[in-house]
């Protein structure tokens, strides 16, 4: 289940950072060097600005996006301290998603490098402090719409059925 989350993740990042250049989006494997601490994100998406940190060893610096798939069983105690350690790194915005219940927490951090939670607005909708151009119903964590969905919300294709 997490290696689909992160599939799908990937791919609702891309549509959107390749569409309109904004950066590069990478899987697992990328670990972000913050100090002596190691992150090891399940998603990262690099700005264009800050692509000169990924290296072929790690990413050596802040990422502008990081999200952790986890299980909903995990405790609130880790996703705290998960939390902590992405602020330390200065990560601009930071996603814990529960792959078993398709739920988003989105945060943002502060002034003072301490994450804020990004609720949904009226319209279910998520805007990413990291991707500006990244809005999206939250929903769709559960539902998972494929590539072209993804691409007729954002109007990069034509809908075949309003034709």
Not at 20 to 25: F, K, M, P, S, W
Not at 38 to 58: E, G, I, Y
Not at 140 to 146: L, S, Y
Request: charged letters at 25%; proline letters at 5%.
């Amino acid at each position: 289940m997490q290696a689909k989350q992160q599939a799908w993740l990937i791919t609702l990042l891309s549509v959107v950072s390749e569409a309109y250049e904004l950066g590069a989006v990478i899987g697992k494997g990328a670990p972000i060097l913050a100090g002596e601490d190691v992150l090891t994100p399940d998603v990262t998406f690099m700005s264009n600005r800050d692509r000169k940190l990924v290296q072929a060893d790690a990413i050596h610096g802040p990422a502008s996006l990081a999200i952790d798939v986890l299980h909903s069983r995990v405790p609130e105690a880790t996703r705290e301290a998960l939390r902590r350690r992405y602020a330390a790194a200065h990560v601009l915005e930071y996603w814990q998603v529960d792959a078993d219940l398709g739920r988003l927490h989105a945060y943002q951090a502060s002034a003072k490098w301490r994450y804020d939670l990004i609720p949904p607005d009226a319209r279910g909708l998520h805007y990413s402090a990291a991707m500006i151009e990244l809005a999206f119903p939250v929903k769709w964590f559960r539902e998972q719409p494929g590539l072209l969905a993804l691409m007729q919300w954002w109007g990069l294709v034509e809908d075949e059925e309003m034709e």
